[in-house]
């Protein structure tokens, strides 16, 4: 735990130092408090549990075994010392759509992940990497971020001001609809990705340099229709894996071994079985 805390701020500090402009922190303000990123997300996970067209969610008690595998995943990731462990109620749910390779989260603490996309990963790291990066979205709290953007101080501020009390989400009708969404920044996938390969590495379980292994199979896919949905969400290029792969060696990782990678190749075929039509 402690050693992730100081992973968490070292990678902090090179964020805040290396770009130290004044405009940088400007871009990181977040006018929301953590009891708006609660509300905003029980606002967001109900109506997404409302919009079963949409949302097909993949039935919690039929795919019992699914789930617990999964989130036994999750809570590896989840529970190696997070800022928000305890502030947030974290939880994961599978939509039922096979052709959508996607995932996304939702303040406060829900991820959401499709099963085309589990379908679609090789081994349980890189499902880890997936989910480590939706975890550090909303560690980092990016969708207030990024809602601190799109609306503006000055805006926000008179919000505050009118709903006294009542916090900043009740001035805010309908923004849960569009969560769902929300595009992150370039800096926000790149500050996701140092954190997810953080976390996944603090497990002890799984291999950081995997959740580079799926962007590479994502950029050779590139041409497929299948992944234009995810790329539209998660802007790809060999930059960003190649920044994946250093943040894994200046954690001293190493990459996992054939052996190694063969058990978690096993573990994710296993849960692609639980996830079959029955
Ligand atoms: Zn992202």
Not at 34 to 51: C, F, K
Not at 65 to 85: C, D, S
Not at 100 to 117: D, E, H, R, S
């Amino acid at each position: 735990m402690k050693k992730l805390k100081m992973y968490l701020l070292a990678v902090s500090l090179c964020f805040v130092m290396g770009c130290s402009t004044i405009a940088n922190i400007g871009n990181n303000l977040n006018m929301f408090t953590i009891e708006d990123d609660r509300a905003l997300g029980y606002q967001t996970l109900t109506s997404i549990r409302g919009d079963k067209a949409n949302y097909p969610i993949l039935d919690t008690v039929r795919y019992a075994a699914a789930y617990t595998q999964i989130r036994t995943l999750f809570n590896r990731l989840i529970n190696v010392g997070l800022t928000y462990r305890d502030a947030f109620n974290w939880n994961l749910y599978i939509i039922d759509q096979d052709d959508v390779l996607n995932a996304f989260a939702i303040p406060g603490g829900t991820v959401f992940i499709y099963t085309g996309l589990i379908n679609y990963l090789d081994n349980e790291s890189q499902l880890a990497g997936v989910l480590a990066h939706e975890i550090s979205h909303i560690e980092m709290r990016h969708m207030t971020r990024q809602l601190t953007k799109q609306y503006g101080v000055d805006f926000l501020t008179s919000l505050i001001a009118a709903h006294t009390g009542s916090g900043i989400v009740q001035g805010l009708s309908g923004v849960a609809n569009s969560l769902a969404q929300l595009h992150f920044s370039r800096n926000d996938e790149y500050e996701a990705d140092a954190t997810g390969t953080l976390i996944m590495a603090a497990t002890g379980y799984y291999d950081p340099y995997q959740a580079a292994g799926f962007f590479q199979k994502m950029m050779q896919d590139n041409t497929s229709g299948a992944t234009v949905e995810l790329l539209s969400t998660h802007p790809l290029d060999a930059h960003r894996i190649a920044a994946i792969q250093k943040n894994c060696e200046n954690m001293g990782a190493k990459p996992f071994t054939e052996a190694q990678l063969s058990s978690q190749v096993a573990s994710l075929n296993s849960l692609k079985q639980k996830l079959r039509k029955r």
